[in-house]
């Protein structure tokens, strides 16, 4: 478990009282260090290969090293040695780490925040680090995440959710390798977003204080200050409609977190299949929420609360910069799974021929599958959103290569 600084001045507070701890049980961690398997041996020889030779940004720095989330998704899932095998030899995209201009140091590491350049430097600052550290990653990620002045914790979301989504997978396979990336990514994708956090002055009440995050989100999709031509960054976004995004963004009621936070993993199901097109930026809404669920037992209560609403900054900007589009709950609620459980699902994570090999689609299998285990799922939508989206994907809605960028 993270044994993180009490941060009291993050805890935020509603009505004039503070929030108490969203109390969840800490997922299983399957260390890959001690596992016996044949499966677990591989998996912890693949990331430390992909650690040792692949940066954690390609393509000119415009995207992010998936590869440490698609192996966990799949290992977690119960794939074999051989296909995880397969996973690492697909990801033929990847690129071999290249020196960055200088090295980082602890006097001047914050110099070179939101620098994509420096990954290779800030990597192996954090990497000595963890020797100083006694290899106890944790404190290494405790030290530069969570304490000082402008922790960077509150840029988790910064490079569309990539570094929430790699510490997450760093907790749940604890790895060491994950989660110096995890750090870096954090680092070189630092951007405006943190201000949101970092300064108090951003959290105020909204007259459209609400706990129903859906309805919120209903309500963005008719304020006509948002029709925008889809071609916006997102830092033009906030420049452009910064009051309407805080107004939005406030309103979101957390009075009972944790029953709030389930119904934003409700939310986060809903965006992938309940809004007609599996949209590439919204699933990444729904794995940076299965992430949180990861983190939200292993850091203090007075960083639950930065660490959701941080979620729901992200998937608001996403919700605006991807057109709106309606979210039909039916579509999931009278979908007909014809009996299909979650045995079947898990098949598809693993099986389903040249899906299996996208790390986004097994990725969102899992993370579903997930958040039913977390719930309960009763009226079994997490499982009929699942068998939706496994069984009818055919490829992600949006040329995401060429707009990805526009997140950045």
């Known amino acids: 478990m993270l044994s993180l600084p009490s941060l009291s001045s993050f805890m935020p507070s509603f009505g004039g009282a503070k929030v108490g701890p969203i109390k969840l049980s800490p997922v299983k961690v399957f260390d890959v260090e001690v596992e016996k398997d044949k499966a677990g041996r591989t998996i912890k020889h693949l990331l430390k290969l992909n650690h040792a030779n692949h940066a954690i940004l390609f393509n000119d720095r415009k995207f992010h090293n998936h590869l440490p989330h698609h192996l966990g998704s799949a290992y977690l899932l119960g794939a074999s040695s051989e296909h995880l095998e397969d996973v690492y030899d697909d990801d033929t995209d990847l690129v071999k780490w290249e020196d960055s201009p200088n090295e980082v140091s602890k006097y001047d590491w914050r110099d070179y925040l939101g620098k994509k350049e420096y990954e290779r430097a800030y990597v192996d600052f954090f990497e000595d680090t963890l020797v100083e550290q006694g290899y106890n990653w944790e404190k290494v ?117 944790k029953r709030q936070f389930e119904a934003s993993q409700y939310a986060a199901a809903a965006l992938l299949s309940g809004t007609g097109a599996f949209d590439f930026f919204f699933v990444h809404s729904l794995t940076s929420s299965h992430a949180v669920r990861i983190l939200l037992p292993v850091v203090p209560a007075e960083w639950q609360l930065p660490l959701v609403r941080q979620w729901w900054l992200i998937t608001l900007a996403v919700y605006v910069m991807q057109q709106r589009p309606a979210i039909n709950l039916d579509d999931i609620r009278r979908f007909d799974h014809k009996g299909r459980d979650w045995t079947w699902v898990d098949k598809q994570g693993i099986e389903r021929e040249r899906w299996a090999l996208d790390a986004h689609y097994v990725k969102a299998v899992r993370a579903l599958k997930e958040c039913a285990n977390v719930w309960g799922d009763p009226e079994q939508f997490f499982l009929k959103a699942a068998v939706k989206f496994a069984s009818e994907f055919k490829g992600w809605a949006f040329e995401h290569v060429e707009s990805e960028h526009r997140y950045h």
């Open 141 to 257: 990620v405790q030290k530069y995440m969570f304490e000082g002045k402008d922790p960077i914790g509150n840029n988790l979301i910064g490079g569309l959710c990539h570094p929430l989504i790699h510490l997450g997978y760093a907790v749940e396979l604890n790895s060491k390798e994950v989660a110096m990336e995890a750090l870096g990514m954090t680092a070189v994708c630092y951007n405006f977003l943190h201000k949101y956090l970092d300064e108090p002055s951003y959290t105020k009440p909204s007259p459209r204080s609400s706990t129903d995050l859906l309805s919120l989100l209903k309500q963005v999709k008719a304020d006509t200050a948002f029709d925008f031509d889809g071609s916006h960054s997102m830092e033009q976004l906030f420049s452009e409609r910064e009051s309407e995004m805080m107004d939005y963004w406030n309103a979101w009621d957390l009075s009972n977190p």
